[in-house]
């Protein structure tokens, strides 16, 4: 038996502790917003949170996540996650969309740990995460965007307080 935090609900599940983490999300969980592309870690469709960083969840074993709280996009709802999703729907960003869910995870971890990021530091953040529709540009403002309404957010709640 594992045991899993997965989106802050624990889970025990009798599974072979080499299962890659991805394989636990779609077949055995039914959480198929997380997505299948190379499995081999050099896409970034699969990206979850393991404690709050970006990770390719095609390869990690379930073994290696059993102490760490797992956050896929079903249970994203985060200030920085829901300044992507509007960002993302106002700058039209999906094309085919395959990508997107990994590469909104990795977005969304960025602006939780850089509020203001560059474009240089989008780039880094972003490079693992790719897209055959060539995306690119769109996400890099989106990130922007987002990143902007999360500080005028902060802002107006700070000059309330
Ligand atoms: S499917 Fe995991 S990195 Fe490509
Ligand atoms: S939107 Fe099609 S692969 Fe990225």
Excluded at 32 to 41: I, P, S
Excluded at 59 to 77: C, D, F, K, L, R
Aim: hydrophobic share 40%; charged share 15%; net charge neutral.
């Amino acid at each position: 038996m594992i045991s899993l935090t997965i989106n802050g609900k624990k889970q025990e599940l009798d599974i072979d502790p080499d299962t890659p983490l991805l394989w636990v999300l779609r077949d055995e969980l039914h959480m198929t917003g997380t997505k299948l592309g190379c499995g081999m870690a050099l896409c970034g469709a699969c990206t979850v949170h393991m404690d709050g960083t970006p990770v390719r969840s095609c390869s990690i074993p379930v073994s290696a996540v059993a102490n760490a709280n797992i956050q896929t996009i079903e249970g994203m709802n985060s200030v920085a996650f829901q300044a992507v999703q509007k960002a993302w729907r106002d700058l039209d960003v999906v094309q085919c969309g395959y990508c997107q869910s990994g590469q909104i995870m990795s977005a969304t971890a960025l602006l939780q740990t850089n509020k203001k990021p560059t474009d240089e530091q989008i780039d880094a953040a972003m490079s693992g995460n790719l897209c055959r529709c060539a995306t690119y540009h769109r996400i890099r403002n989106a990130i922007h965007q987002a990143a902007d309404a999360i500080g005028k957010t902060a802002s107006t709640v700070g000059g309330k307080a």
